[in-house]
Structure formats: structure tokens, C-alpha cells
């Protein structure tokens, strides 16, 4: 993982965006203390500049994820994402077959106690049902979901499809197990089927209308062919 080049989707004097690879953490955490590899360390020697995390993924989502290279740039954009300004659009491998659009809007518990408001909208994109035994169900079946989190809560997606019972594939935290299991055994699934795959929001420094799009990741995208699901256009 050291010698990885991160795949750069946009960059300019003052932001730089990356596809971030699944199972590399954004920067250093006392929750992952064992660990020694960073997004940011690794792309600030890439660049061999001052980079700075504009917001965060979990550690096993792949996807956009933004940088800011200069203090003015990181001041402005941060403004966005705190104010929810920031339009972020999720790919998901989700259990059973979801309904063709919805919304999750359970406030989510913080860490310290108490709840905060938390929106996620969904739409169902595609869906499968495979003849495969999970649990005590002689088939199994499953849901492509595009996700827009209206809010930025910690683990939002995942907790939120847990409270629906769509629960993500290969989320080893919020998720269900004997899924999860399958997917190891039938189709040597190792990480969580969760994607950031757009951005969109405002430059801070001219003005412009942003849009950053990253390319599915090569596991994601395996694992649907190998359900029989489209990956055209991901």
C-alpha cells in the first residue's frame, strides 16, 4: 500500500480530488492506531505540497474524496460541507429488493449520547435475485442503491440501510452476517460495497459549478458482473 499512486480525478492550484482506493484511511485515528498508511500521507508525497482532507470516507468506502492545497481553499470549502451545500452521490450493494425511491430520516445517536438529525435519500437502480441459500431462504436477493445523504453523519449510510434492513454487503459493523458470509465463500467478496462515486459543489476560490465524478472500483464492479447486474455507465 506505500507505493500506491492515488488516482488523481481533478486538480488545481488550490483543490485536488482522488478515487480512494477501499481499506486506506483518510488520515491517522486513535480508533485504527495500529495502522500506518494515510490518503493524506501518501498523496502529500505524491504531490510534494501541503494537502488538507476537506471531509472524510470510511476507511473501506471507495471514492471521491477531496483535498484542499492551499488554507483559503480549505477554509471556504469546509464552509460548504458543514453547511450541507455539498452534493455527494453514493453507490451501494444493498440486501433485498428496495423500493424504487425512498427516504431514511431516523435521527442517528452521536458518540457522546444524544441524537442528531440525519436525511438520506435513496433510489433503487437495479436488482437481483440469485438461487442461493441464505438463512432459511432458497434464494437470496439484492438491490443496487444510488444514495444522496442530505446530512453527513458519522457511518449515516450504513446505519441508516441497518435501520431499513437493507443492510450494505460486506459492512462488517452495522451489517448481517450470513450475507456477508455468502459473499466471502461464493464470490471471495473482501471489502464493503460502498462507493462514493460523485461530488458536486461550489469552487471556493472562482465560483464554478464543480462536478467530480470516480470510476466504480474494480471488486465493486467485478462482484456485480458476477451477480448478473449492469456495471455500464459506473
Not at 66 to 90: G, P
Request: proline share 4%; glycine share 6%; hydrophobic share 35%.
Amino acid at each position: 500500500m506505500q507505493n500506491i499512486i492515488l488516482p488523481i480525478l481533478y486538480q488545481d492550484d488550490h483543490l485536488v480530488a482522488i478515487n480512494k482506493p477501499h481499506n486506506l484511511l483518510v488520515h491517522r485515528s486513535s480508533i485504527a492506531a495500529d495502522e500506518s498508511v494515510f490518503a493524506l500521507q501518501l498523496l502529500r508525497d505524491q504531490l510534494n505540497c501541503w494537502v488538507s482532507p476537506c471531509h472524510r470516507i470510511d476507511r473501506k468506502t471507495s471514492g471521491v474524496l477531496l483535498f484542499a492545497l492551499s488554507t483559503e481553499a480549505d477554509k471556504e470549502i469546509k464552509k460548504q460541507f458543514e453547511n450541507h451545500s455539498v452534493r455527494k452521490k453514493y453507490l451501494a450493494l444493498v440486501r433485498g429488493y428496495l423500493p424504487e425511491s425512498g427516504t431514511a430520516d431516523r435521527p442517528l445517536e452521536k458518540e457522546k449520547g444524544g441524537f442528531q438529525d440525519a436525511i438520506t435519500h435513496f433510489r433503487c437502480l437495479q436488482q437481483v435475485e440469485l438461487d442461493i441459500e441464505v438463512s432459511r431462504y432458497p434464494k437470496s436477493r439484492y438491490s443496487l442503491a444510488e444514495i444522496t445523504p442530505e446530512t453527513g453523519r458519522m457511518h449515516q449510510i450504513r446505519r441508516h440501510f441497518a435501520q431499513l434492513r437493507h443492510y450494505l454487503i460486506g459492512d462488517k459493523t452495522y451489517g448481517e452476517c450470513k450475507h456477508n458470509k455468502m459473499f466471502e465463500q461464493k464470490f471471495g467478496l473482501n471489502t464493503m460495497l460502498l462507493h462514493a462515486s460523485e461530488l458536486s459543489f461550489i469552487h471556493p476560490i472562482t465560483g464554478e459549478n464543480m462536478y467530480i465524478k470516480a470510476p466504480m472500483n474494480e471488486e465493486f464492479r467485478r462482484i456485480l458482473n458476477e451477480i448478473g447486474m449492469s456495471t455500464q455507465g459506473l
